[in-house]
Every structure is written in structure tokens, then in C-alpha cells.
């Protein structure tokens, strides 16, 4: 299973996985997630937890620079 967290749950990139430690403890769905996926903060990350789950953080596309215009503009034509 994959969980998905626009990122803004915790004020660190490096607390994201205690957060999602808690939603484990918390017996919430996001805690039982082979998975997670976020996003919010500005950089790349990918993570193991554990042996059999990984943290995917994938760069927020808010900081507009001619190159992602050009690079992305065919996702707004």
C-alpha cells in the first residue's frame, strides 16, 4: 500500500518518519503503508524505514525558474 502526505504534517523533512511511526501506534491507514509518499519541501529524498518500507520525498514545483516553465509547460498549455 502507498500513503500520500502533501508534507505540511510535520515543520522537518527529518521528522517524517516519526510522523509516520506515529500513524503506525496510531493504528491510522497511512501507518500500514509499504510506502509514503510527500512533498512540500524543495528537495529529493528517498529513505529506507525499516526493511520492508521506503519514504519517497518528492520536490515541491513552487519555486518557478525559467527552466521548470520551459521544462513543464506542456502540463498548462
Do not use: C
Request: hydrophobic content about 45%; aromatic content about 12%.
Amino acid at each position: 500500500m502507498i500513503a500520500f502526505t502533501h508534507g505540511h504534517v510535520v515543520n522537518s523533512p527529518d521528522r517524517m518518519l516519526d510522523w509516520w511511526k506515529g500513524q503506525a501506534f496510531g493504528h491510522q491507514k497511512a501507518g500500514e503503508a509499504d510506502m509514503l509518499v510527500s512533498a512540500h519541501f524543495h528537495h529529493y529524498r528517498n529513505r529506507a524505514a525499516g526493511k520492508r518500507r521506503t519514504w519517497l520525498q518528492i520536490p515541491a514545483l513552487s519555486a518557478v525558474t525559467r527552466a521548470s516553465v520551459h521544462r513543464w509547460s506542456w502540463l498548462h498549455p
